[in-house]
């Protein structure tokens, strides 16, 4: 991954590839931190950028040669998205450093001159400038992104500003792990080997695994898994993440939602709207890189974390509209569509990962397709109970993730009856977002419990955006850190 390194040079005798400003919006668009520069360049950069003409706006980076006085062969001027007297926020300084790595891939050093006026505000640009330093190179040799990352700093050997960085780089390299995964295509990622990818990411880190494989889940009861998993060649598996730490002040168990690749199954899906279901794990994806990341972080809480993993296919052996499955613990279910599979393999690892008591139980999931029609792709869905929804709401909030709270209407839960079982995965069509965390309420105790569902958000069919790439975006692992960090604060 794209190195960073805090350094506390003065501009003149920086020498790498290219020298970051960031600049703001208005009547009259200007360059911040110009009065860092040598005397010499700053009415040069101040007209380069009048002649070229610069907006300020998010996403807009203008590559100037940098003008007498620099070490540099290259200016970059970034647009923040903001005017010169609004607040550089945390997610503005991520937004407009990601926009400059992302659109700099190939160059080799990228030093960014920021305002910045704390710790935090440093490792927010080392984190936006890392995310943006992406390049999916599964199969093909895509553009290298940013060999490196230079921030500078008031002083670079502040012990705060040092560990905020390294933060920063930690969480920068979980969230490219997820997005590699998601990116992954199914006929390579799928529950066997996403099992193995597991097993391999945790060698050496303090994450214990255990995995249940097909003949494990049966022996177990593991209805929901088995019976989204049997249309496939391919067998479910559910995966046991645990961080305990010495000192734990809490326990927090995460769920994710891993269809390798989500058809539908016999309830088929149209070809157009199968494209992107190889992202049916993003949820699962999240879980895993948030567990090593706060083991690797050594996060104060114990985290255990459950991939529900499976693949969702139509064949002789699949699962049937209306067949009845039996979640683990005893629950039946009518399978009415089996395209509403996500809360069939959820619910099985919900009960599981209750069986331990944890203070929490947080589940993730690209679960419908009515959170994009509610909220846009985005915008993350957060249910669940008051604490808990509030929790992830304020831990988003402090992350510079998009969540909105949704409610759970106690009147939609009849719409799931049926004659037949103890409950359908199916239910009234509008509100549909809503009915599946219904649904997967029933299946949590009564547990403090929340249910992110980031359809949308986990994967970005438009055209990159800041720190965001096209394909696997990363979405819910800064929020889930930052929720097991206040959890360790003892905080909420
Ligand atoms: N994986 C899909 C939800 C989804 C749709 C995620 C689009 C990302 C983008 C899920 O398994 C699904 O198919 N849900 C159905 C449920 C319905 C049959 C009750 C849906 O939302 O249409
Ligand atoms: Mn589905
Ligand atoms: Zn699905």
Do not use: C
């Not at 647009?79 to 450093?97: F, Q, Y």
């Not at 792709?377 to 949704?406: H, I, K, Y």
């Not at 105790?445 to 955006?465: C, M, T, V, Y």
């Not at 975006?473 to 003892?490: I, N």
Request: net charge negative.
């Amino acid at each position: 991954m794209t190195t960073v390194e805090l350094i506390s040079t003065p501009l003149a005798k920086i020498r790498s590839d290219a020298l970051v400003l960031a600049t703001t919006t208005g009547d009259q668009p200007g360059v911040l931190g110009l009065a860092d520069l040598p005397k010499q360049a700053r009415a040069a950069v101040e007209s380069a950028a009048s002649v070229v003409g610069i907006s300020g706006k998010l996403d807009e980076v203008v590559k100037l040669p940098a003008p007498a006085g620099l070490g540099v062969p290259l200016l970059v001027l970034t647009g923040t998205g903001v005017g010169r007297d609004a607040p550089l926020t945390a997610e503005v300084l991520r937004r407009a450093a990601g926009s400059a790595t992302r659109q700099l891939a190939g160059t080799g050093t990228v030093t960014f001159a920021f305002p910045l006026i704390s710790a935090d505000d440093a490792a927010a640009v080392a984190e936006g400038a890392l995310l943006g330093a992406y390049a999916y190179t599964g199969y093909s040799g895509s553009p290298t992104p940013v060999a490196a990352v230079e921030v500078v700093a008031a002083d670079a050997k502040d012990k705060a500003t040092r560990a905020a960085v390294a933060r920063a780089a930690v969480v920068a390299t979980a969230v490219h792990g997820v997005r590699d995964l998601v990116n992954a295509a199914p006929n390579d990622l799928y529950p066997a080997s996403f099992a193995d990818n597991a097993k391999e990411l945790t060698k050496g880190t303090k994450v214990a695994v255990t995995v249940l494989d097909d003949d494990a889940l049966r022996a177990g009861g593991y209805g929901g898994l088995i019976g989204v998993g049997q249309g496939s060649t391919r067998g479910p598996r559910l995966v046991k993440l645990e961080w305990k730490p010495r000192k734990a002040t809490a326990h927090i168990a995460l769920v994710g939602k891993g269809i390798t690749f989500d058809s539908g199954g016999l309830s088929i899906k149209p070809a157009k709207s199968m494209e992107t279901m190889k992202s049916d794990m993003a949820g699962a994806a999240a879980v895993l890189h948030t567990v090593v990341a706060a083991a690797e972080l050594g996060i104060g809480v114990r985290v255990t974390g459950w991939l529900a993993l499976a693949e969702n296919m139509p064949s002789a052996t699949a699962q049937r509209p209306s067949d009845v499955i039996t979640i683990r613990g005893g629950r039946t279910v009518e399978v009415l569509n089996t395209d509403a599979e996500g809360r069939l393999v959820l619910a099985d690892a919900l009960v599981a990962a209750g069986e331990e008591n944890p203070d929490a139980l947080i589940d993730i999931a690209t679960l419908t397709g009515a959170q994009m029609v509610a909220l846009g792709n985005q915008v993350s869905a957060v249910m669940g109970t008051d604490d808990t929804r509030s929790s992830v709401l304020a831990a988003a909030e402090a992350a510079g993730e998009q969540f909105w709270p949704m409610p759970l209407p106690e009147e939609l839960r009849p719409s799931m009856k049926t004659p037949v079982a103890d409950i359908a995965n199916m239910g009234e069509r509008y509100g549909g977002m809503l009915v599946a965390g219904l649904f997967l309420q029933e299946f949590t105790a009564g547990k403090p419990w929340a249910h992110l569902d980031i359809a949308g958000p986990s994967f970005n069919e438009g055209a990159p955006r800041h720190y965001v790439p096209k394909g696997g975006t990363g979405v819910g692992v800064r929020t889930m850190l930052r929720l097991l960090e206040d959890a360790a604060a003892g905080g909420r």
